[in-house]
Structure formats: C-alpha cells, structure tokens
C-alpha cells in the first residue's frame, strides 16, 4: 500500500534514490512518500494518504450510533466516566 523512505533529512547519506523508490512502489502497486521523523516532512501526509485510500476501498460501516452533541436524541455513553 505504502513505501514510506524515512530520514529524508539526512540526504548526504541517502543510500537509495528517490527516482528508485518510486519506480519500485509504483511496479508493486504502492505509493511513495519521503518522510522524516526528525522534522515531521510528511509524516501527518503519510498517515491521511493511507487512511483516505483505506476508506475507499473498505468504507466505514454505519453503527447507528449517533456521535453528533448537537442532536437531542444522544444518550449518554457507558464507560464515559
């Protein structure tokens, strides 16, 4: 699903180029995104991309519970506290 090169801020030591991770995520079906941990490039971009494809092609369920506060027929929850 996802080829996620990490450390992108240490590019004086890369050891794989960009243009590699790229052609082998796209031959094995994957996206690819370069992310460090160290600054954050990418990585809130890696999660939202992972989860809206998760979303499309297994869509939530409706579980008839309604998460809305502003809607009167809300009951409280068990194990909120």
Known sequence: MAL???KSDLDSQREVPTEEGEQFSQ???MFYIETSAK???NTNELF???AKRLARVSPPKRS???LNPETPERK???CLG
Do not use: S
């Open 39 to 41: 600054t954050a490039q």
């Open 4 to 6: 996620a090169a990490n």
């Open 64 to 66: 008839g519970i309604n």
């Open 76 to 78: 409280g929850f068990c």
């Open 27 to 29: 031959e094995n079906g």
């Open 48 to 50: 939202y991309e992972i």
